[in-house]
């Protein structure tokens, strides 16, 4: 159970916060303290487990319309060097099928030659077969511990996972410190955040390691609820209690949709697993009009989690009145965790082979891009910018979905941009937090209240900066290397349409971050030949703390990732997902 163990240690530490809280009275400091330690303990289990994987898993080496080939290394018999000592296989197979030879004549000659090495080499086989028979045991063994497999039929360790699971516990380490400098002014104590944070963390990795339906919507359960108390948790500030209320009742009707959709799916294929799904739906000649009523509502409850056209209205509302740390959540881990666990979904079952389906993926795409870039043009309130970026954002992902029979560059695709993403979010609304305080009726999130932010805080400025960049798509940022992958994923599978909502979607994006970029660095007005009081630049180390140098981390790796990418990929192509 070593695969699980990023999941343990979460519960570990929501155990441990509930007993210092109602026992010891621990301060928010220390809630702080204790939540981030339990995050790094499981982003390190997760990070060594994956590690460990990616050098265990089978690699991915050809692509192609149809199925998608393996690489598997063959072990040889006798020491004799074997040019190809490599066969692929397909992963539709099934593993215990025997393969038939194509020439009877063919495999009587190699089975005499076989029979003849096998008498030739049995005198050293006997000498040598008790040692080797042990210590192979003992290495199986420990091999198999860091193999990517199924832990029961609802959970999958692998590298994809594992992958996106240390992303979510980044972030959530990134909201925990950024929370504490926003609650800073304050006098009362805000553990029950951090727990919730942690239940928050831990409904997202659930999520990501789902390999079963069920799995999934308890999942997408345990990550939706905490957030109904994030969202309002600042009650005292303008629109908090309603985007609480907003996002709850429409979050349970699209709970509603979507278990409705998973009973669809269970009447018609007797299979909750994503691999017997895979394997019901590659085998069925024609999908019958309930599985299409299922998947229909599946995808209502997963465009509503997404905030996809036309499930988006709520997405601007919750985001102003939630506070900035909890918008990170909401645009990060709030969507992330879904959007991987169904591109895993994807990737194993054949849903996009039908055309109905696929149609509806591609209108629901091609007008969430059209109407997020242009609902942004016109608006003065960053988050609520935001809001419709985010739209627009996972418009430009479900492109990556669309076209998910080339496996390995919508594998490339979906983890390059979601990194991307993370870290211009992590720039943007970490500096709006920070900026910001708790005891205030709502964060500096206007673009008055930004207005010259360079020559009060030239570091977040420039963070914030870059991450507009990264947004917008432009060269030497990570956005772009993403955007980039987008549109040849998009022109291989031939999605033209798509391909002109991203281009056109990138150049209203541009306007639109330009004009706050620009807004960060208007010098401010001056009275009397002085300039106002604190719009002088200061840059003292004081200043400086771990907030700080999260968002300029960000910021240099959003950086990092667009003048030199191929780390970026290399990491991306290390983490496979199991196809069996």
Same mark, same amino acid.
């Given at each position: 159970?070593?695969?699980?163990?990023?999941?343990?240690?979460?519960?570990?530490?929501?155990?441990?916060?509930? /007993?210092?809280?109602?026992?010891?009275?621990?301060?928010?400091?220390?809630?702080?303290i204790l939540t981030v330690c339990g995050l790094v303990c499981?982003?390190?289990?997760?990070?060594?487990?994956?590690?460990?994987?990616?050098?265990?898993?089978?690699?991915?080496?050809?692509?192609?319309?149809?199925?998608?080939?393996?690489?598997?290394?063959?072990?040889?018999?006798?020491?004799?060097?074997?040019?190809?000592?490599?066969?692929?296989?397909?992963?539709?197979?099934?593993?215990?099928?025997?393969?038939?030879?194509?020439?009877?004549?063919?495999?009587?000659?190699?089975?005499?030659?076989?029979?003849?090495?096998?008498?030739?080499?049995?005198?050293?086989?006997?000498?040598?077969?008790?040692?080797?028979?042990?210590?192979?045991?003992?290495?199986?063994?420990?091999?198999?511990?860091?193999?990517?497999?199924?832990?029961?039929?609802?959970?999958?360790?692998?590298?994809?996972?594992?992958?996106?699971?240390?992303?979510?516990?980044?972030?959530?380490?990134?909201?925990?410190?950024?929370?504490?400098?926003?609650?800073?002014?304050?006098?009362?104590?805000?553990?029950?955040?951090?727990?919730?944070?942690?239940?928050?963390?831990?409904?997202?990795?659930?999520?990501?390691?789902?390999?079963?339906?069920?799995?999934?919507?308890?999942?997408?359960?345990?990550?939706?609820?905490?957030?109904?108390?994030?969202?309002?948790?600042?009650?005292?500030?303008?629109?908090?209690?309603?985007?609480? #209320?907003?996002?709850?009742?429409?979050?349970?009707?699209?709970? #509603?949709?979507?278990?409705?959709?998973?009973?669809?799916?269970?009447?018609?294929?007797?299979?909750?697993?994503?691999?017997?799904?895979?394997?019901?739906?590659?085998t069925m000649p024609h999908l019958s009009t309930l599985l299409?009523?299922?998947?229909?509502?599946?995808?209502?409850?997963?465009?509503?989690?997404?905030?996809?056209?036309?499930?988006?209205?709520?997405?601007?509302?919750?985001?102003?009145?939630?506070?900035?740390?909890?918008?990170?959540?909401?645009?990060?881990?709030?969507?992330?965790?879904?959007?991987?666990?169904?591109?895993?979904?994807?990737?194993?079952?054949?849903?996009?082979?039908?055309?109905?389906?696929?149609?509806?993926?591609?209108?629901?795409?091609?007008?969430?891009?059209?109407?997020?870039?242009?609902?942004?043009?016109?608006?003065?309130?960053?988050?609520?910018?935001?809001?419709?970026?985010?739209?627009?954002?996972?418009?430009?992902?479900?492109?990556?979905?669309?076209? #998910?029979?080339?496996?390995?560059?919508?594998?490339?695709?979906?983890?390059?941009?979601?990194?991307?993403?993370?870290?211009?979010?992590?720039?943007?609304?970490?500096?709006?937090?920070?900026?910001?305080?708790?005891?205030?009726?709502?964060?500096?999130?206007?673009?008055?209240?930004?207005?010259?932010?360079?020559?009060?805080?030239?570091?977040?400025?420039?963070?914030?900066?870059?991450?507009?960049?990264?947004?917008?798509?432009?060269?030497?940022?990570?956005? /772009?290397?993403?955007?980039?992958?987008?549109?040849?994923?998009?022109?291989?599978?031939?999605?033209?349409?798509?391909?002109?909502?991203?281009?056109?979607?990138?150049?209203?994006?541009?306007?639109?971050?330009?004009?706050?970029?620009?807004?960060?660095?208007?010098?401010?007005?001056?009275?009397?030949?002085?300039?106002?009081?604190?719009?002088?630049? +200061?840059?003292?180390? +004081?200043?400086?703390?771990?907030?700080?140098?999260?968002?300029?981390?960000?910021?240099?790796?959003?950086?990092?990732?667009?003048?030199?990418?191929?780390?970026?990929?290399?990491?991306?192509?290390?983490?496979?997902?199991?196809?069996?």
């Amino acid at each position: 159970m070593i695969a699980l163990s990023p999941i343990f240690v979460l519960s570990f530490s929501i155990i441990v916060l509930l /007993f210092s809280l109602f026992v010891f009275k621990i301060s928010t400091r220390g809630c702080t303290i204790l939540t981030v330690c339990g995050l790094v303990c499981a982003l390190i289990c997760s990070a060594v487990i994956g590690y460990k994987i990616s050098f265990s898993t089978q690699t991915i080496t050809d692509i192609s319309s149809d199925n998608m080939q393996i690489s598997v290394s063959v072990s040889e018999p006798t020491k004799e060097p074997n040019p190809s000592s490599e066969e692929t296989i397909a992963i539709d197979t099934v593993p215990n099928d025997t393969i038939e030879s194509s020439s009877g004549s063919e495999d009587t000659s190699i089975d005499s030659n076989i029979d003849n090495s096998k008498i030739d080499n049995t005198a050293t086989d006997v000498d040598t077969h008790s040692n080797i028979d042990d210590n192979s045991k003992i290495d199986g063994s420990s091999k198999d511990e860091w193999k990517a497999r199924h832990i029961t039929a609802l959970f999958t360790c692998d590298g994809y996972g594992l992958l996106y699971t240390s992303l979510i516990l980044m972030i959530s380490i990134a909201v925990a410190c950024f929370a504490y400098r926003w609650f800073k002014q304050e006098q009362i104590h805000h553990g029950l955040f951090y727990l919730i944070l942690l239940f928050m963390a831990l409904g997202g990795v659930t999520l990501v390691y789902a390999s079963h339906l069920i799995a999934f919507f308890v999942g997408i359960e345990l990550l939706s609820i905490p957030f109904v108390g994030l969202i309002g948790y600042q009650y005292t500030q303008t629109h908090s209690l309603e985007a609480a #209320v907003k996002y709850m009742i429409l979050s349970a009707i699209a709970s #509603v949709f979507l278990l409705m959709g998973i009973a669809f799916y269970y009447a018609t294929t007797g299979e909750l697993t994503f691999s017997g799904l895979s394997y019901q739906l590659s085998t069925m000649p024609h999908l019958s009009t309930l599985l299409l009523m299922g998947v229909c509502l599946m995808l209502v409850g997963i465009g509503f989690k997404l905030s996809l056209v036309p499930f988006q209205l709520w997405l601007p509302d919750v985001y102003q009145g939630a506070p900035t740390v909890v918008a990170l959540l909401l645009s990060t881990v709030g969507k992330v965790a879904i959007f991987c666990a169904i591109a895993r979904l994807f990737l194993l079952a054949p849903i996009v082979n039908n055309e109905t389906i696929r149609i509806i993926l591609v209108i629901m795409a091609f007008c969430s891009i059209l109407w997020g870039n242009l609902l942004a043009l016109k608006q003065s309130s960053l988050k609520r910018l935001l809001a419709y970026s985010s739209i627009a954002h996972f418009g430009y992902l479900f492109t990556a979905l669309i076209a #998910v029979q080339y496996q390995v560059l919508a594998l490339e695709t979906i983890g390059v941009y979601l990194v991307g993403y993370i870290l211009a979010n992590i720039c943007i609304l970490g500096a709006i937090s920070l900026d910001s305080h708790s005891n205030e009726l709502q964060d500096h999130e206007n673009e008055i209240d930004l207005s010259g932010l360079f020559w009060r805080r030239p570091i977040l400025a420039l963070a914030m900066g870059i991450g507009f960049l990264s947004l917008a798509g432009t060269p030497l940022t990570a956005g /772009f290397v993403g955007r980039f992958l987008l549109v040849l994923l998009g022109v291989t599978a031939e999605l033209w349409w798509l391909v002109a909502a991203v281009v056109i979607g990138s150049a209203l994006g541009l306007y639109f971050y330009a004009r706050l970029i620009i807004n960060l660095y208007i010098r401010p007005p001056c009275r009397d030949g002085q300039m106002l009081s604190g719009a002088s630049i +200061k840059l003292k180390w +004081k200043d400086i703390r771990i907030s700080e140098l999260i968002i300029v981390l960000c910021a240099l790796l959003t950086l990092l990732c667009g003048i030199y990418p191929k780390w970026l990929f290399n990491l991306v192509s290390m983490a496979q997902y199991l196809t069996t």
